[in-house]
């Protein structure tokens, strides 16, 4: 989630210049945590919507009508998979030639590992973050 940083930076800046603005310390409280409360709302809709066009994705490739279309994926990860255990497993064990792992390779493994446990995280716990600051602040 590269955009997290982005985000909470402008909410600290935003909360710094109502600290500095405005002299009612519970009037700049309750603004700060509207704020907050406002912009993670819609940060956790945008996200919403970013994972749900993901899954379209996926779910139109699963139940598309080639075995290819509806293969691919695990295809590349078992490849993936078998590379990393050939480099640190057999080729150890068996003397054998390391494969050449190229770095977009690494780049792929994680965005299809921790992309799924990363957005599957992200849709389970973010409507309870928005709920509960949403309650705290009123």
Do not use: C
């Not at 409280?29 to 406002?38: C, F, G, P, S």
């Not at 640190?88 to 190229?102: H, Q, R, T, V």
């Not at 994680?110 to 446990?117: A, T």
């Amino acid at each position: 989630m590269f955009w997290l940083p982005v985000v909470t930076t402008v909410v600290s800046k935003i909360a710094d210049l109502i600290d500095q603005k405005v002299e009612d310390k519970d009037l700049a409280n309750k603004l700060k945590a509207e704020i907050q409360t406002d912009i993670l709302t819609k940060e956790y809709s945008r996200i919403e919507q970013e994972l749900e066009a993901q899954k379209a994705i996926i779910v139109a490739e699963a139940t598309g009508h080639s075995w290819l279309q509806r293969n691919w994926r695990p295809i590349t990860m078992l490849v993936f998979v078998y590379i990393i255990a050939h480099n640190y497993i057999i080729a150890p064990l068996f003397g054998l030639k390391e494969l050449a792992i190229p770095p977009d390779m690494w780049g792929l493994l994680k965005l299809g590992i921790g992309g799924y446990v990363i957005g599957r995280s992200a849709e389970k716990i973010t409507p309870s973050v928005v709920y509960a600051l949403a309650r705290r602040n009123k």
